[in-house]
């Protein structure tokens, strides 16, 4: 890794927005992959995550919010060790098309970032830096007796 890499590095772990706004691609159902240009509420939505331990969001479909939880989930376990991250949906594939965004922004980082995949099925990811990403769809039990580093809860 070079001086240029390392500064990336440091600073997309410093700014999750400078991460996404960089390196993040989402898909789009008709053009593939694009890079995920952020209109200012969800720069708003990721600073709120940022300074806040709970957020609820109440919004309207189609305003790219579940692509951009992914793509902060993403950031988080790349760049932090030991994380733990639930989803937890209303329907199972509801959680699985979410952690399937997440799988889609650590797939196209450069090599030189991604921490390496020690784990990947439809339902879970594990990097080799130790944090994880499950998802579930609703039940009894739920995220219940999980040491969770952040739990998302996708349209309840």
């Given at each position: 890794?070079?001086?240029?890499?390392?500064?990336?590095i440091a600073?997309?772990?410093?700014?999750?927005?400078?991460?996404?706004?960089q390196y993040?691609?989402?898909?789009?159902?008709?053009?593939?992959?694009?890079?995920f240009k952020?209109?200012?509420?969800?720069?708003?939505?990721?600073?709120?995550?940022?300074?806040?331990?709970?957020?609820?969001?109440?919004?309207?479909?189609?305003?790219?919010?579940?692509?951009?939880?992914?793509?902060?989930?993403?950031?988080?376990?790349?760049?932090?060790?030991?994380?733990?991250?639930?989803?937890?949906?209303?329907?199972?594939?509801?959680?699985?098309?979410?952690?399937?965004?997440?799988?889609?922004?650590?797939?196209?980082?450069?090599?030189?970032?991604?921490?390496?995949?020690?784990?990947?099925?439809?339902?879970?990811?594990?990097?080799?830096?130790?944090?994880?990403?499950?998802?579930?769809?609703?039940?009894?039990?739920?995220?219940?007796?999980?040491?969770?580093?952040?739990?998302?809860?996708?349209?309840?």
């Amino acid at each position: 890794m070079d001086k240029s890499q390392a500064y990336q590095i440091a600073r997309c772990r410093k700014d999750p927005i400078f991460f996404i706004k960089q390196y993040a691609l989402i898909r789009h159902p008709t053009k593939g992959l694009l890079k995920f240009k952020l209109w200012d509420f969800q720069e708003e939505t990721v600073e709120a995550f940022l300074a806040n331990s709970y957020n609820i969001i109440l919004k309207a479909r189609q305003m790219g919010l579940s692509t951009l939880v992914a793509a902060y989930i993403a950031w988080l376990i790349t760049f932090y060790k030991n994380k733990e991250v639930f989803i937890l949906a209303v329907k199972q594939d509801m959680a699985i098309n979410l952690i399937s965004k997440v799988k889609v922004v650590l797939e196209n980082i450069p090599d030189w970032m991604n921490p390496g995949v020690l784990l990947n099925n439809r339902q879970s990811l594990e990097l080799a830096n130790g944090s994880k990403v499950k998802a579930s769809g609703t039940t009894e039990s739920g995220a219940r007796s999980e040491s969770l580093s952040l739990l998302v809860i996708d349209e309840a």
